[in-house]
């Protein structure tokens, strides 16, 4: 008996061991994604504009594609929310501002953009592969799951929208604030190093 634990232990290690490999190739190329995200947002909607077209060819799997628009508007949810949510809860950590007095804090989210991204590719693709499996096709009349995630959107938006508005917080930045010199500064400095 002790025979038998101690081969079936030695044969998992391999196995073990290659997934472990597997594993840290595949965080590190993901890491390596980290600063393109203009590339990472055109794979993920290679992907979604593949699953749609499985969808639309094979005519099935509206529950799915339902399923996975509520789970992406859950996390569009996250990523437009701050980490601290004024209405919930109260932290010594950095807060949005609620008077025009109050001290400017950076907008932190609470899904941030790089785990929103890999959350909605995920999505794709495990309901692509959902698309080989016949069970996953149930019958529904898909216009009405569009028209009950049109009106999901609109009322979570508006909610979403109404809370930005009371706390004051935009959850995008334009970019960077650039500053330039005075040219009274910049023509006073040139002259003194005559």
């Known amino acids: 008996m002790a025979g038998v634990g101690g081969n079936g232990a030695s044969a998992?290690?391999?196995?073990?061991?290659?997934?472990?490999?597997?594993?840290?190739?595949?965080?590190?190329?993901?890491?390596?994604?980290t600063p393109h995200a203009v590339y990472r947002w055109i794979g993920?909607?290679?992907?979604?504009?593949?699953?749609?077209?499985?969808?639309?060819?094979?005519?099935?799997?509206?529950?799915?594609?339902?399923?996975?628009?509520i789970y992406i508007l859950n996390l569009l949810i996250g990523f437009l929310s701050p980490l601290v949510d004024p209405e919930l809860e109260h932290s010594d950590g950095p807060i949005l501002p609620t008077t025009d007095s109050d001290e400017f804090k950076p907008f932190i989210r609470r899904?941030?953009?790089?785990?929103?991204?890999?959350?909605?590719?995920?999505?794709?693709?495990?309901?692509?592969?959902?698309t080989f499996f016949s069970m996953f096709d149930v019958p529904v009349f898909w216009p009405i799951l569009l028209?009950?995630?049109?009106?999901?959107?609109?009322?979570?938006m508006k909610r979403q929208i109404v809370h930005m508005i009371k706390y004051r917080y935009i959850p995008f930045s334009i970019g960077k604030q650039k500053y330039s010199r005075k040219k009274s500064s910049a023509s006073s400095s040139g002259s003194r190093a005559d």
């Open 12 to 33: 998992a290690a391999p196995l073990n061991q290659w997934r472990h490999d597997g594993w840290k190739l595949f965080q590190y190329y993901l890491d390596k994604t």
């Open 44 to 69: 993920t909607f290679v992907v979604a504009s593949l699953y749609a077209l499985r969808v639309f060819y094979i005519e099935g799997f509206y529950i799915i594609t339902y399923g996975v628009g």
């Open 111 to 130: 899904l941030p953009e790089f785990k929103f991204w890999y959350s909605i590719t995920k999505a794709f693709c495990v309901a692509f592969v959902m």
């Open 147 to 156: 028209c009950y995630w049109i009106v999901l959107f609109i009322l979570t």
